[in-house]
């Protein structure tokens, strides 16, 4: 009697433990530049999560690009970030473009609308790999934003 009352114990303690669900993905927002000088542009981002989950993970987003007037310019640089448990969460995402790869001659039609707008199409387009105790899933991201410049 004792064995079952402690197996049922372990077992209900370890059900209670395992994973609930995979955190959300609620989206990017906050697209904006954050400086603007003669050699780069620096894009920022928030990706916006929610993980129900009393265990923590890690996300990875290697293989998000962003897009600059429909033009793939760079790639977000950020390491792998731990997952808060039970929590709301963003991971902030961080892109540094040259200036000339926006305002160069190939692009001229896109250079032109840029002067007289003020403001660059601003597309984040890639993976967000998460990762717990050998489970996995993949989150797309697919944001795009007119982003005003100065």
Known sequence: MKRIIILSTILFAFL???????PEFVGVENIKVLESTSA???FTADALFINPNIIRGKLQTDDIKVYINDREMAKVSVESFNVPAKKEFSIPLKAQVPTDSVFNDNNLSGLIGTFLTKKLKVQYKGDIN????????????????DVKIK
């Open 16 to 22: 209670n433990c395992s994973v609930i669900e995979k």
């Open 130 to 145: 998460y990762k717990i105790l050998g489970f996995s899933h993949i989150y797309a991201v697919d944001e795009t934003e």
């Open 40 to 42: 780069y542009i620096t």
